[in-house]
C-alpha cells in the first residue's frame, strides 16, 4: 500500500526558505504503469486547500501560478523521494503542507483528468520570527 | 476566493440526503473531468470520486459525482454522524492548473 510522509522543520523565519521533503513507501516514485505525478497541496490554517506544484518523475513540472516566481519541485529518484522549496515566505505562508500522489493526464477526447491520492499526513509550517 | 465555487455549508439528518454543489466555467470543469474530498476533523483529504462519477476501492456506493456542463455534484445517501467533514471538488484548469473549490462543511443535524 502506498505510504507518503512529509518532512521538514515546523517553523521558518520570514523571508527565508522553506524546505520539506515528501519520502515515498510501498511502491516506486518512478513507476511507469500509468500516468502520474507527485504533487504539494497546502492548506492555510482554516481555510480551503491550494496547490502549488507537481512533478513528474522525469523532471516535468507544473505550477500554480501565483507561487511559480517562489516555488521549485524536485525529484530524488534515487532515494524515492520529492521535495519542494518555497522562497522569502511570510506569515501568508503558514499552512498545513501536504504531499500527494497526482494522477492526471489527457483522455481520447481531450478532455484532462486530475485527482490526488493518497496524500500523506500533512505537516504544519508556522512563519514566524 | 476560489474559482471553483462551493457552498460553504449544508446540512441534513441522519438517513437523509444532501448534495453539494461545484461551479466553475469552461476552463475547468466545463471541459475536464472532477474529483471530490472528504476531510475529516484534523485529518488529511481522502478521495471520494475521480473522473466525475468514478468510486476509489472502498469508498461506499453512498457517495456519488454527477457532472453537468460547467457544475458538478456530490450526493450522499443515507447521511452517517460520520459524514461530518469538509468537501473539496477538484479540477484541471486550461491554464495548467489544478484547482479545488472553497470547501463545504457538511452538519449532519
Known amino acids: 500500500q502506498l505510504q507518503l510522509q512529509e518532512s521538514g522543520p515546523g517553523l521558518v523565519k520570514p523571508s527565508e526558505t522553506l524546505s520539506l521533503t515528501c519520502s515515498v513507501s510501498?511502491?516506486?516514485?518512478?513507476?511507469?504503469?500509468?500516468?502520474?505525478?507527485w504533487g504539494w497541496i497546502r492548506q492555510a490554517p482554516g481555510k480551503g486547500l491550494e496547490w502549488i506544484a507537481s512533478?513528474?518523475?522525469?523532471?516535468?513540472?507544473y505550477y500554480n501560478p501565483s507561487l511559480k516566481s517562489r516555488a521549485t519541485i524536485s525529484v530524488d529518484t534515487s532515494n524515492n523521494q520529492f521535495s519542494l522549496k518555497l522562497r522569502s515566505v511570510t506569515a501568508a505562508d503558514t499552512a498545513v503542507y501536504y504531499c500527494a500522489k497526482d494522477y492526471e493526464g489527457y483522455d481520447s477526447s481531450g478532455h484532462y483528468y486530475n485527482w490526488f491520492d493518497p496524500w500523506g499526513p500533512g505537516t504544519l509550517v508556522t512563519v514566524s520570527s | 476566493q476560489s474559482v471553483l465555487t462551493q457552498p460553504p455549508s449544508v446540512s441534513a439528518a441522519p438517513g437523509q440526503k444532501v448534495t453539494i454543489s461545484c461551479s466553475g466555467s469552461s476552463s475547468n470543469i466545463g471541459n475536464n473531468y472532477v474529483s471530490w474530498y472528504q476531510q475529516l476533523p484534523g485529518t488529511a483529504p481522502k478521495l471520494l470520486i475521480y473522473?466525475?462519477?468514478k468510486r476509489p476501492s472502498g469508498i461506499p456506493d453512498r457517495f456519488s459525482g454527477s457532472k453537468s456542463g460547467t457544475s458538478a455534484t456530490l450526493a450522499i445517501t443515507g447521511l452517517q454522524t460520520g459524514d461530518e467533514a469538509d468537501y473539496y471538488c477538484g479540477s484541471w484548469d486550461n491554464s495548467l492548473s489544478a484547482l479545488f473549490g472553497g470547501g463545504t462543511k457538511l452538519t449532519v443535524l
Open positions: 510501498g511502491g516506486s516514485i518512478s513507476s511507469t504503469t500509468s500516468t502520474y505525478y
Open positions: 512533478i513528474y518523475y522525469g523532471g516535468s513540472t
Open positions: 473522473d466525475n462519477n
